[in-house]
């Protein structure tokens, strides 16, 4: 997919009025593929591939938390981080209404609502990360500086592996 042939999401537009310094690459969309898919596709190692998690707490307050791609989320921690009884993921749903996006395709930028993030702390040491633009099979890459830029995403440690 040639550069003009990207569709212009939310995400995108977000960025470019931030002037974030970022490149957009696509890959061929696998529904239920994940960041596995994305990473073999794209050669690179999954760790550098974000994924846009939106869960809710026992409130049903939705929150975003950004986590490698060979990582899970442990909710109980984010439970404690958080001071509630309990973090679980949002139905797809559900996720499309705070986020105007599809799930597959949720960037944390440009959502319908703004939400509080949080991000891997590990995230924001790496040298160069990917993280979906707002379309299933179009990913942003760039420098986790400017993702924190944009989003002043609260650090955590929350991560377990798969």
Do not use: W
């Amino acid at each position: 997919m040639s550069k003009d042939k990207f569709p212009t999401t939310p995400a995108m537009r977000e960025l470019r009025s931030r002037e974030a310094v970022f490149q957009l690459v696509a890959y061929k969309y696998v529904d239920r593929g994940g960041t596995r898919v994305s990473a073999q596709e794209l050669g690179v190692d999954e760790h550098m591939v974000i994924k846009t998690l939106v869960m809710e707490d026992e409130s049903g307050r939705p929150l975003i938390v950004l986590m490698h791609g060979d990582r899970d989320v442990s909710t109980k921690s984010m439970a404690r981080i958080l001071g509630v009884k309990a973090i679980n993921p949002c139905d797809p749903k559900v996720v499309e209404r705070h986020t105007g996006y599809r799930v597959g395709g949720v960037s944390p930028f440009g959502t319908r609502k703004r939400l509080p993030v949080y991000i891997e702390e590990t995230i924001l040491s790496m040298p160069t990360i990917l993280i979906n633009a707002g379309g299933r099979g179009i990913l942003a890459e760039m420098s986790p500086g400017e993702l924190d830029r944009i989003l002043r995403p609260v650090p955590v440690r929350a991560a377990i592996e798969r």
